[in-house]
């Protein structure tokens, strides 16, 4: 019996940015003996034109899920079954099932081998749906299916799944609604002690927890002397203890969901941690003083943003010359409570903009309030152009010190090189792809 996994792009194009999918050995640690199993990602290869497996499994999430459902079609046989899972297959289940034969909901810890072992006796359900109460498991880092794959050189770590903190626009709580789950100590441990890539990313949507939880990884990581890059809440900016050890343990950049400078707006997504930071400058000057990069994100298009609020958003991202930065307009991803707010308002353009024919990536998908949905549309993109022209990266390269270290300075190009390539990639591009 033969399964093949794979990790679905949103269109038909290679990605300079992609980084190691974890699915892949995540999945293979679950997959009962005597399988074969085969790996593609779409992101950084051209996939077969024809099959040959009696399972086809997707990975995917809401951007990528038209081009899922146009490779199911593709690969579908009398012979065989596809599979998909991922974000959006877990909060729209009936929808994926139109395309796919089988759906699995939530992780795959409780569902892939179930799924397997259904499919051998001929008992195959359309739905698998998780408890979400599975462990986290050990991940094998060097798994056989990274090799001879070229992705970034960043080693990727996940030490929890869930977020402590509602807002309104993200998608994590639509999949995992109850409390964080974390990865044992020692589990993580021994990851980390393999891992030898010189940069490691923790993609938790926030490694910030607790304080005891936190200080406790960062005195696990802190003797191994790596060099690593978090998301974390803004709630750390002023908690000086935190930022030492931070600094100590090796952290040396973290990526901050700023997403607006106006009040109104963080009240309306729910932003709770930001809603306690009265004073952004301030902010970012006691991050900047413990020796760390910022990678900030931004949202444009909530209700109290106009035309020229938000330019002083960028500017604020420009006055203090982070790293990187994300200029995205809102999307309501489906699930949401921004989704629904929106949906009964009757202020979406397209109710499944994700399969709309014309959507293009950076296109708005719903009416704002204070400018038009072009408005919008153009100021993202004029606003990512700019951050990453060639002047601006070196701009910025030269007035924050920080950034002019060795150990920084060939990551802040790096990063900014790829982004650049990524932003002009993706913009404007229709979603699917052949």
């Known amino acids: 019996m033969k399964v093949t996994i794979i990790r679905v792009n949103m269109f038909e194009k290679n990605s ?8 892949f050995p995540i999945l293979d640690s679950l997959t009962p003996e005597g399988i074969e199993l085969e790996f593609f990602d779409d992101r950084i290869e051209k996939l077969p034109e ?43 289940p009936e929808e994926s099932e139109l395309y796919c034969d089988c759906v699995l909901v939530g992780d795959a810890e409780d569902t892939w ?22 462990e986290l498991g050990y991940i094998d880092h060097y798994h056989k299916s990274f090799e001879g794959r070229k992705y970034q050189p960043v080693g990727i770590v996940q030490f929890s799944r869930g977020c402590k903190f509602d807002c309104d626009f993200c998608s994590i709580k639509s999949m995992y609604r109850e409390n ?24 938790d949507d926030n490694l910030f927890y607790n304080k005891e939880s ?26 000086d203890d935190i930022l030492e050890e931070m600094k100590k343990s090796g952290c040396f950049m973290v990526v901050i969901g700023f997403e607006s400078m106006n009040s109104l707006n963080l009240q309306q997504m729910n932003k709770k941690a930001n809603l306690t930071i009265s004073d952004y400058d301030n902010a970012v000057e006691n991050i900047y003083k413990h020796g760390l990069l910022i990678y900030g994100t931004f949202i444009f298009g909530y209700d109290y943003d106009t035309l020229e609020n938000v330019k002083g958003t960028i500017d604020f991202a420009h006055k203090h010359n982070f790293a990187v930065a994300n200029f995205n307009p809102l999307i309501p991803m489906p699930g949401t409570k921004l989704y629904d707010r929106l949906e009964k308002s009757e202020r979406l353009l397209y109710k499944k ?39 601006n990266i070196l701009k910025r390269l030269i007035k924050n010190k920080l950034h002019l270290s060795l150990k920084n300075m060939w990551i802040y190009l790096l990063i900014n090189i790829v982004s650049r390539k990524e932003i002009h990639l993706k913009q404007g591009r229709v979603l699917g792809g052949r």
């Open 16 to 23: 300079s940015d992609a980084m190691k999918p974890l699915i």
């Open 50 to 92: 024809e099959i040959a497996s009696d399972i086809i499994v997707f990975s995917a999430e809401t951007f990528s899920i038209k081009r899922t459902y146009m490779l199911s079609q593709k690969y579908k046989k009398d012979s065989n079954i596809t599979v998909v899972g991922g974000f959006h297959s877990t909060v729209l």
């Open 113 to 134: 081998s179930k799924m397997i072992e259904d499919y051998q006796k001929g008992k195959l359900k359309k739905r698998y749906t998780s408890k979400f109460s599975r």
């Open 180 to 203: 964080v789950r974390q990865k044992n100590w020692d589990i993580l441990e021994r990851e980390l002690k393999v891992l030898n890539e010189k940069i490691l990313f923790f993609i």
């Open 214 to 239: 936190f200080f406790k990884f960062l005195q696990i990581i802190k003797p191994l002397k790596k060099r690593w890059v978090c998301q974390i809440s803004l709630e750390i900016a002023f908690q």
């Open 353 to 391: 903009w994700w399969l709309e024919e014309g959507y293009c990536y950076g296109d708005t998908v719903y009416a704002p309030v204070g400018m038009s949905p072009e408005d919008l549309k153009n100021l993202c993109k004029n606003a990512r152009f700019e951050f990453y022209s060639i002047k």
